[in-house]
Structures are given as C-alpha cells and as structure tokens.
C-alpha cells in the first residue's frame, strides 16, 4: 500500500505549542511555555506521528501524555484574532473545537440531565485557566437537575430596571454613588472582563464546577473562548472582533426560551461577560448595541431569576443540596455584578441610578469557604458551621443598605453586629460589594 505523502509529520514543536500555533523552544526536556503553564509536554516520535495520519489527537494516547496533566486553556487561539476557519464559529463548533484538542478538563457528561461527572477539580485562584496544579481532591459526581429552587422576589421588575431612569415609579430611591466609588466599580468590572479576556482565571460569580462541567454549559464554555480574541487585537481588527461578539450575544438571546435552568444561568453570565468586554476592552461604550444588550440582559436576568433564586432549604433554615445552592448562589452574584455594571453605564450616559429595591431579602454573597469549596463533604461541613454560627439566618443583601430611619438603637446594633460577622470569611466579591454599599451608604 502505497504510504501517505505525509505519513511522516515534520512537525518540530510540542504537540501543546503546536495545538496552539504558538511559539516552541523545543526543550526536549519541556518547553518554556508548557513548563510555565504546567502542561504535559510531548513531541512527536514515530509512533504518535502514525497515531496523527490516521487522524488521532495525541492529547488523546494515554501512553504519549498522561490524562491528568492535559492542559486546562480554553483559548481558542492563545489570544489571537480567530483564523479565518475559526472566526465565524457557532457556540456548538467552538466548544467541540475546544474539546478535541485536549484542552478542557476531563469531564464525563450527559447533557440531557446535566449530570456531570467531575475527574478534576478547579482552583478558584484561577489555576483552570493557568494550568497550576488543581487541588487534589475532586468534586465527584453533581447531578444539576431538579433544582430545588423558588424565586422570593418579584423578577419581573428586573426585566424592566432600564425604565426607572426614564418613567419614574413610587417608592424609587435615588442611588447617589460618590465619584470616587463609581470609579472603584468601573476599575473592579474592568478585572473581571480583563480576567476572562486573559485567561487568568474566572470572575467571582462564575462557581468553579461550572468552568469543570463547561460541557453542560455551551454558552459559557464559548464565551471563555470567544472572548479570548481581545487579548492582543492587531491594529484595526476591533471592529471585526465587536462583531464576532455581538452576534454571538444574538445567538443567546435567540435561545433564551430553549434553555434549562444550567444553561440560562450560563446564558446569563455569558452574555454579561460579552456586555463588559465590549464596553471596557473594545470601547463600545457609545456603541447603541450595548444599550439594546443592557435591555435583553435585563431580560435574561429575569427569566433566570424567575426559575429561583434561592434554595427551598434555605428558606427552611436546613441544608440545601450542594448542586442547588451552587446555581442559587451563582445566580445571585451574577445579579449583583449586573446592577453594579448597569449604574456604571448610567453613570457615563449621565443617568441617575436607583436602589434595587426589588432584591430585597436575598441573601448576601456567601463566605469564602462555602464558595470556594472543591468537594461535597467539605461543602457540607461548612454548611452545618454556617447554619449554626446564623441561627437567625444568614445576612440579607438589604442589610447592607441605607439604615431606615425609624430603626431604633438596638436594631442599628443588631445589624451592625451581623454585617462584623458576615465580614469574617469573605471573598473578593463580598469585599468588593461591602466596599461599594459601605462608601455609598455608610456602615
């Protein structure tokens, strides 16, 4: 039989530095970018170069590269503009682009129930993205169907936020932000998008079993990816890169009906990512796109919101399941960063900002060893230690509001003494929401 005219690879990088048209040092003791990222690095030897005419990933030979130590990059060019075959991806070409090169965390799904099974575990320092060492012990198995949610709150006047500032309704209060917090916000959401864009991690309203089940969660899993494009734009290529976001955030509104309730929260976050790259890396902030996206991401929050928001356990003072309190809890942060952005982009078309009232008696972000946790065992000690440290129940995101003016001493105190406790254990999200209301309202 006649031999194949390439049968033979001259391939000389690393299979990782080639997978990604990046630049190898050919270490054969493991290049510099591997070495940096942790990544398994192997070259192509005769036995792999077979394995590749016949048309089989190398990432894929457990012999060639240890399964365990495949990268965890879900850039779809390591930062570059798209390639031509690329560009125009749909979400669906993008995530099975991303799954076939080896380059996602090993995950065994079954879309239809989303029942995920999780091998690795993700580092909420953003080791997903890096290729650190994730820690060791896994999440096992999260089922994230019949979530046991309910939604407290009357969702559909998020849908219609965007009115206030025109067509003004009784009980409105004005949210005057001092200059210098709306620019501590501006600064903090500019991290977020900036963090996507770079791979570094995600942002703190994106749990990490959702970046380790990206298969159950399509939107997401294209967003991380697409937004990678504005990393390192060449010169006059912005306008392209607008465009290729834009029409993915179409997509996801087009879709937003067909969705269960996994992927409209990764509908939501994903199409909130896309609104703050394009207004603080690609500066769209005058582009009249972005106010018609600030409207459907309005829209999208309600829908979501309106498919729960918290934890029927949690109402009832017991433990949720783990699967359940993390979309409750994602949702609930994710809606937050949102009304934070929306008076970020009233504050520049000069439009005043008023108090989401209508979020009153959700809870507030929870402490960092409730979200932060990487199996189910170590999320239920936390818990069971949560719900016996707020035997009244946990702080609500109202509490962090302008104190009312018929409260008496007594309750000013009760209040003051929770808000010290929540402050104890708190990740950067809940630092950051603190610092906003603190500046804004006062303590």
């Keep these: 039989m006649k031999t194949a005219r390439y049968a033979t690879s001259r391939q000389k990088a690393c299979q990782q530095c080639s997978n990604t048209k990046a630049r190898c040092d ?6 510099a970018r591997c070495t940096q990222r942790g990544l398994c690095c192997t070259y192509l030897g005769a036995s792999s170069a077979g394995a590749l005419a016949r048309g089989l ?3 894929n030979d457990p012999e060639l590269c240890d399964p365990s130590s495949a990268s965890n990059d879900v850039s779809v060019s390591d930062g570059l503009l798209p ?8 979400g669906g ?6 799954i076939g090169s080896g380059r996602v965390m090993n995950t065994s799904t079954t879309t239809n129930n989303f029942r995920t099974t999780i091998t690795r575990s993700y580092s909420p320092s953003g080791s997903y993205l890096n290729g650190i060492t994730p820690m060791s012990e896994p999440m096992g198995v999260l089922d994230f169907s019949s979530l046991d949610l309910v939604c407290p709150i009357n969702a559909g006047e998020i849908s219609n936020r965007w009115l206030n500032a025109y067509i003004p309704t009784e009980g409105q209060t004005l949210k005057a932000y001092p200059i210098s917090t709306t620019s501590f916000i ?3 959401l500019k991290s977020y998008a900036a963090v996507a864009v770079h791979g570094r991690g995600i942002p703190p309203f994106v749990h990490s079993s959702e970046i380790a089940a990206l298969a159950a969660c399509p939107p997401l899993s294209t967003c991380l990816s697409l937004v990678r494009i504005c990393e390192r734009p060449l010169p006059g290529s912005a306008g392209v890169a607008t465009q290729v976001l834009e029409r993915e955030m179409n ?11 996994m992927a409209l ?7 909130l990512l896309y609104a703050m790259v394009l207004f603080f890396r690609l ?3 005058s582009n009249p796109f972005l106010r018609q996206a600030m409207m459907n991401l309005q829209e999208l929050a309600c829908i979501s919101s309106q498919r729960g928001l918290v934890c029927v356990a949690e109402q009832q003072r017991a433990r949720p399941r783990w699967e359940s309190w993390i979309v409750a809890e994602a949702k609930r942060r994710t809606l937050y960063t949102m009304y934070l952005f929306d008076s970020v982009l009233s504050a520049q078309d000069g439009l005043p900002t008023f108090l989401g009232t209508e979020l009153q008696g959700l809870p507030a972000p929870s402490n960092k060893a409730l979200w932060e946790s990487q199996s189910r065992h170590g999320w239920e000690t936390a818990y069971n230690i949560y719900l016996a440290e707020w035997i009244d129940g946990g702080l609500c995101i109202h509490e962090l509001w302008p104190i009312p003016a018929d409260l008496d001493e007594r309750g000013l105190s009760q209040i003051r003494s929770r808000v010290d406790e929540w402050l104890q254990n708190l990740d950067e999200f809940g630092t950051m929401l603190y610092a906003v209301t603190s500046c804004t309202h006062g303590s």
Excluded: K
Aim: proline letters at 2%; aromatic letters at 10%; hydrophobic letters at 25%.
């Design 26 to 31: 050919r270490n054969q003791g493991g290049c």
């Design 57 to 59: 990933s190398v990432n």
């Design 83 to 90: 390639t031509p075959d690329n560009e125009l991806l749909t």
């Design 93 to 98: 070409d993008t995530h099975d682009r991303t």
């Design 186 to 188: 501006y600064r903090i």
């Design 251 to 261: 997509n996801i509104y087009e879709l937003r009906d067909t969705y269960d309730d």
């Design 265 to 271: 929260l990764a509908a939501f976050q994903a199409y």
């Design 283 to 285: 500066s769209q902030g």
